[in-house]
């Protein structure tokens, strides 16, 4: 069977991570890798013993089935949109824009073409994340009367994570960076959520991303939804993603610890699970016309809105 080919544009540490799980199937072949950072570059291109392409021009030449774009939310729309041109997959790193008006144009784009669109939200692909969803889906829960999302980070960027944009207000911080995981989320369990009232805090200094984010909003079906999110805390890093019930209580802690409370019983961690397709699988299955998994642009675009709200300029 012909290998699916990927090309890797943008390799930071989660550009290094999507090369990780790409080389762990042998249906992928990575074609080329390219960065404007040189150094880091040659660093990843001889890390894993992959081709260095010497422009993004040359990337598009070589016509892989999926380019990977993991470079700052600024240059999403026109890299997706030069690869959709020629008829290339794309698979974007979240979240999908610099903002909502660039992610339109990148949704536009795939619309109007036959490629395919995906875009990296890894807890799409996380089997206690897929098992949260299936138990609120068949009401194991009860009536859902209330969603929340809590982030407490001691450092902004996370220390792992520090690069020249990340804590900028133009392209970075945790709104931008770890709530589009769980909006993402709460798009495809209860519909699209509205704000409804919001408060966020900058730093004096213009060039910083937030410090703070509190909201209130409602899904489709009006469940109260409430998101905050703190930067700055004495505390280690903590985010916790809780739908409440009438029966009962399901919490995503830190990513992966799914624990569940019924009335008037403690929290008890969820350890069996059923296995499902990884990103990568689903890229490949929709690189062969079937069913896949995959968040696309529009979908995207629904979690940049969301993300445009929070940091309105009318709330600095």
Same mark, same amino acid.
């Given at each position: 069977?012909? @290998? *699916?080919?990927?090309?890797?544009?943008?390799?930071?540490?989660?550009?290094? !991570?999507?090369?990780?799980?790409?080389?762990?199937?042998?249906?992928?072949?990575?074609?080329?890798?390219?960065?404007?950072? @040189?150094?880091?570059?040659? +660093?990843?291109?001889?890390?894993?013993?992959?081709?260095?392409?010497? &422009?993004?021009?040359?990337?598009?030449?070589? @016509?892989?089935?999926?380019?990977?774009?993991?470079?700052?939310?600024?240059? =999403?729309?026109?890299? &997706?949109?030069? $690869?959709? $041109?020629?008829?290339?997959?794309?698979?974007?790193?979240?979240?999908?824009?610099?903002?909502?008006?660039?992610?339109?144009?990148?949704? @536009? $784009?795939?619309?109007?073409?036959?490629?395919?669109? $995906?875009?990296?939200?890894? #807890?799409?692909?996380?089997?206690? /994340?897929? %098992?949260?969803?299936?138990?609120?889906?068949?009401?194991?829960?009860?009536?859902?009367?209330? /969603?929340?999302?809590?982030?407490?980070?001691? =450092?902004?960027?996370?220390?792992?994570?520090?690069?020249?944009?990340?804590? &900028?207000?133009?392209?970075?911080?945790?709104?931008?960076?770890?709530?589009?995981?769980?909006?993402? #989320?709460?798009?495809?369990?209860?519909? !699209?959520?509205?704000?409804?009232?919001h408060n966020t805090v900058y730093p004096n200094d213009n060039a910083l991303a937030e410090t703070s984010v509190l909201a209130i909003g409602k899904t489709e079906k009006h469940i109260p939804v #409430?998101?905050?999110?703190?930067?700055? /805390?004495?505390?280690?890093?903590?985010?916790?993603? *809780?739908?409440?019930?009438? +029966?009962?209580?399901?919490?995503? %802690?830190?990513?992966? +610890? #799914?624990?569940?409370?019924?009335?008037?019983?403690?929290?008890?961690?969820?350890?069996?699970?059923?296995?499902?397709?990884?990103?990568?699988?689903?890229?490949?299955?929709?690189?062969?016309?079937?069913?896949?998994?995959?968040v696309p642009f529009s979908e995207g675009l629904e979690i940049q809105r969301l993300i445009d709200q929070l940091l309105?300029?009318?709330?600095?």
């Amino acid at each position: 069977m012909k @290998k *699916i080919t990927f090309a890797i544009v943008g390799t930071g540490i989660v550009g290094e !991570r999507i090369i990780n799980q790409l080389q762990k199937n042998d249906g992928i072949e990575i074609i080329a890798v390219f960065d404007e950072n @040189k150094h880091r570059l040659s +660093e990843i291109a001889n890390r894993y013993e992959l081709t260095v392409a010497s &422009s993004y021009d040359e990337v598009l030449s070589l @016509k892989p089935d999926w380019v990977y774009i993991g470079t700052p939310p600024v240059s =999403h729309a026109s890299l &997706s949109k030069r $690869a959709i $041109a020629v008829n290339i997959n794309v698979l974007c790193e979240k979240p999908l824009a610099h903002d909502a008006l660039d992610g339109e144009l990148m949704a @536009k $784009a795939a619309e109007e073409s036959l490629v395919k669109t $995906a875009m990296h939200f890894p #807890l799409m692909y996380s089997p206690p /994340v897929r %098992h949260l969803m299936k138990m609120i889906e068949t009401g194991a829960i009860g009536d859902v009367v209330r /969603v929340e999302l809590s982030t407490y980070f001691p =450092h902004w960027p996370r220390l792992w994570q520090q690069n020249p944009w990340i804590g &900028s207000r133009e392209q970075g911080g945790f709104t931008r960076e770890v709530f589009p995981h769980y909006f993402q #989320l709460m798009y495809r369990m209860f519909g !699209r959520v509205t704000i409804t009232e919001h408060n966020t805090v900058y730093p004096n200094d213009n060039a910083l991303a937030e410090t703070s984010v509190l909201a209130i909003g409602k899904t489709e079906k009006h469940i109260p939804v #409430l998101l905050n999110g703190l930067t700055g /805390v004495g505390q280690s890093e903590e985010l916790s993603y *809780i739908v409440y019930g009438t +029966e009962g209580v399901l919490k995503l %802690h830190n990513w992966a +610890e #799914l624990s569940m409370a019924q009335k008037d019983r403690p929290f008890e961690i969820l350890t069996s699970f059923d296995s499902i397709n990884t990103l990568v699988e689903e890229c490949i299955a929709a690189s062969q016309d079937e069913d896949a998994f995959i968040v696309p642009f529009s979908e995207g675009l629904e979690i940049q809105r969301l993300i445009d709200q929070l940091l309105a300029v009318q709330n600095r």
